[in-house]
């Protein structure tokens, strides 16, 4: 079974500020996806960005990118230039490829921006 | 398209009695997920389906849990007898490629 550890349950940010959220995972795959999931107040769970395991290069969204280290099996998430808007629960998900699709997530950060 | 359509949006409901989640998934999408939300166990997955049939059910709690997908256009999950344990926002995803599963707003359960 893959292990998805997110070490950080909380943190904060001030507006404009950049943070990064920490994720590790454990698995024996070679092929597979990597996600970060937002879950704001509203519950709602929003794709943030996603990355291939074959892909070297580190996968960016406007303000949103992350550090692939597939060999320290290490996906974090650099949030730029931080907005209120970005007040959010961020989970890490892992994906098998030919797994059907099932995500197995971690257990969340809190982020907190404040002005 | 409206998205994932889950309902009810809250559910209370007393120790043993019967609770059925229903869930309409993005017209198109081929799979579905049920997934339960604990502030002790995060997000887990419970049953996912591909094509109406069911995959994988090993993070189906117990036999209490049942999940149904009788069409590409609904699936429901339901639990019976229920217990305090099964409090939880209970969240339904679908999607049709490997790249994004679309979530449903959740329903909130409280078993008293």
């Known amino acids: 079974a893959q292990t998805v550890t997110q070490s950080q349950p909380e943190m904060s940010v001030q507006e404009a500020e950049t943070v990064t959220l920490s994720c590790t995972y454990d698995t024996s795959e070679n092929n597979y996806y990597l996600f970060w999931y937002k879950q704001p107040p509203s519950r709602q769970m929003i794709l943030v960005i996603r990355q291939e395991a074959y892909k070297q290069q580190n996968a960016t969204e406007n303000r949103f990118s992350v550090n692939f280290q597939k060999a320290a099996k290490s996906f974090s998430l650099k949030i730029s230039d931080s907005q209120l808007g970005d007040t959010a629960m961020y989970f890490c998900a892992f994906m098998k490829q030919n797994s059907g699709y099932a995500l197995n997530f971690g257990k969340g950060t809190s982020l907190l921006v404040t002005p | 398209d409206a998205g994932v359509i889950q309902s009810p949006r809250h559910e209370v409901t007393e120790m043993g009695q019967e609770v059925t989640l229903r869930c309409k998934p993005i017209s198109g999408h081929n799979s579905l997920f049920w997934y339960r939300q604990t502030m002790m166990r995060g997000l887990e997955l419970l049953i996912y389906f591909n094509n109406n049939v069911p995959i994988d059910d090993s993070g189906m709690p117990e036999d209490r849990f049942s999940a149904k997908m009788p069409n590409a256009s609904f699936s429901t999950l339901k639990i019976q007898p229920s217990e305090p344990r099964d409090s939880a926002v209970y969240f339904c995803?679908?999607?049709?490629?490997?790249?994004?599963?679309?979530f449903g707003p959740g329903t909130r359960l409280t078993v008293l």
């Open positions: 995803a679908s999607s049709w490629t490997i790249y994004e599963q679309f």
